[in-house]
């Protein structure tokens, strides 16, 4: 009797768990090899639906990218966010390749640069991510940010890494020499 009344307990608190704040929307799907980590399209998040105050609100100022020596990517990042602390805040930035993949150092990441606390006294801020791999014959990037409320949707710069500077980015590489 006392075994059913525990399993029965066990059942009524596992459907009342917690919701987690933001839903983990990714899925583990297997990933085919191009010397780069990378997210499937498939998985992406999708954009949020815009609130009243006009939706999605992290938005990429401006980007630097560095090509070093060995062929691997910095990224310094500035974005703008109205943090208000840890209840709303931009929790990571993301390089997207053209086919909406997204390059990122740890595969395991939920972004290529996961931010850890808000920055409320800190606007705009620039954060780097460096062991980024670009896919050979990829000149184009999309860096995107990520608000914790709202999700995807600010402003989002497109980075050619063909030209030295453009609309929102310079593009820096490191002699081979």
Not at 56 to 76: C, I, L, M, P, S
Request: proline share 9%.
């Amino acid at each position: 009797m006392h075994v059913r009344y525990l399993l029965l307990v066990l059942v009524l608190l596992a459907g009342c768990a917690p919701v987690p704040a933001t839903p983990m929307l990714r899925q583990n799907l297997p990933l085919q090899q191009s010397g780069a980590a990378v997210t499937p399209a498939s998985s992406l998040s999708p954009m949020p639906t815009p609130t009243a105050a006009g939706g999605a609100n992290a938005d990429v100022e401006f980007v630097r990218a560095r090509q070093h020596a060995d062929g691997t990517w910095t990224f310094y990042v500035t974005v703008r966010h109205a943090d208000t602390g840890w209840d709303d805040y931009a929790d990571g930035w993301d390089v997207v390749l053209p086919d909406g993949s997204v390059a990122k150092p740890d595969p395991q990441s939920p972004y290529t640069r996961l931010l850890l606390h808000p920055h409320v006294n800190e606007q705009p801020f620039t954060r780097s991510q460096s062991n980024i791999r670009i896919p050979d014959g990829v000149t184009q990037v999309t860096v995107r940010a990520h608000d914790l409320v709202d999700g995807w949707g600010g402003r989002e710069v497109v980075v050619d890494l063909t030209q030295s500077s453009g609309p929102g980015f310079e593009v820096e590489r490191e002699s081979t020499q």
